[in-house]
């Protein structure tokens, strides 16, 4: 059996997602369950956003635009852009692929950190290009050590800004020093899917560079926007960059619901100012009542907070499954000691510390 499989896939581990509410709650028997595992947006979806998707049920007999043409324009305006800097993608997951495919060859490596966004080392292996980790210093991405990683074959530098699962960033200026070394033939991918949470001054702007330096940006309407479900995210690059990612995007890859839905949640400053507000409230709920019970966390800018619980992950997460809280395991990122919670509603947030109490 394995002669029929691709060597490279063989040493591949799945991405394990976050556990679901429904099978968690037929799982144990329960009627209430809160996730707090998959960073998602505790509010919901944005009501525009639901207006239209309702406004756009009875055309679903039909392909979407196969370009996004209109949503393509829309974030453009938001962004002070042209729509020929828009690629739109399934979900990041889908535009990392294409990233890879389109500008990493099969001997050249592409350089991350050990602990950030899993998919970045999944697709990589999957499309059988060799990854170079990087450890974290003080849970943060260190660019000295990428910077001394980068060799001759090196084509490509992932980083999660903010990182995930730990919440931290790296400056302008850590950005720009990196952008100053980096060869002509390397390009940066600036993952900023919780970049809506931030909260400091001296975050970089990954779109201010894509225009004279070899930087791609990427966005998502899964998290702020609470259109996780739907799978839709895009990349901002130079015209010609993304000319050449769209030869390799899938046609139809984003579907008309999320292009209609993701169109009007980008006029809804109002849910969007709302959602930032509650989980910088709620950041601060759960920092100090984290304190009160000598847990240590990794101070985030983003909407969750990375935990050491210092005991086993996988144990303390099925022990809360039992009590209708599902939050993140931090093993498959080699983290056992840790969790990830996501900042939900004040109620979630107050069960969730309720229930740690019992568990730990």
Do not use: W
Request: glycine residues 6%; positive net charge.
């Amino acid at each position: 059996m394995e002669k029929l499989i691709r060597k490279n896939i063989l040493n591949v581990s799945p991405y394990i997602a976050g556990k679901p509410i429904e099978e968690t709650k037929r799982q144990y028997g329960l009627k209430q369950v809160i996730k707090l595992a998959s960073n998602e947006n505790p509010l919901g979806a944005s009501p525009k956003a639901l207006a239209a998707i309702k406004k756009n049920l009875s055309g679903i007999n039909r392909y979407p635009d196969s370009s996004g043409f209109y949503l393509r324009k829309r974030i453009a305006k938001s962004l002070g852009l042209e729509h020929s800097n828009i690629v739109l993608g399934n979900g990041s997951d889908e535009l990392i692929d294409v990233i890879i495919k389109t500008f990493v060859e099969d001997d050249e490596n592409i350089i991350t950190a050990d602990i950030t966004f899993l998919e970045y080392e999944i697709i990589s292996k999957v499309l059988g290009r060799r990854v170079i980790t990087v450890p974290l210093r003080y849970f943060k991405y260190d660019l000295e050590s990428i910077k001394r990683k980068i060799d001759k074959k090196t084509k490509l530098i992932f980083i999660s800004n903010p990182n995930n699962p730990t919440g931290t960033y790296v400056t302008k200026y850590e950005i720009e020093d990196l952008l100053q070394c980096l060869p002509e033939d390397v390009l940066l991918v600036l993952d900023e899917a919780y970049d809506t949470f931030i909260d400091v001054d001296d975050f970089p702007k990954g779109l201010k560079y894509i225009n004279n330096k070899n930087v791609l940006v990427l966005k998502t309407f899964s998290k702020a926007y609470g259109l996780a479900g739907l799978r839709i995210g895009y990349a901002v690059a130079g015209a010609k960059f993304a000319s050449y990612m769209e030869r390799v995007r899938q046609p139809f890859n984003v579907n008309l619901l999320a292009q209609a839905a993701a169109t009007a949640a980008l006029d809804d400053k109002k849910f969007l100012k709302r959602t930032r507000k509650l989980i910088l409230k709620e950041k601060n709920y759960l920092y100090d009542e984290l304190s009160k019970l000598g847990i240590a966390y990794v101070p985030s800018v983003a909407n969750f907070i990375l935990l050491d619980v210092a005991c086993d992950c996988v144990g303390l997460f099925k022990e809360m499954l039992k009590f209708g809280v599902i939050v993140r395991d931090m093993q498959q990122y080699g983290l056992k000691n840790f969790i990830r919670v996501t900042i939900g509603t004040r109620k979630e947030n107050e069960k969730f510390i309720k229930v740690l109490k019992i568990v730990l």
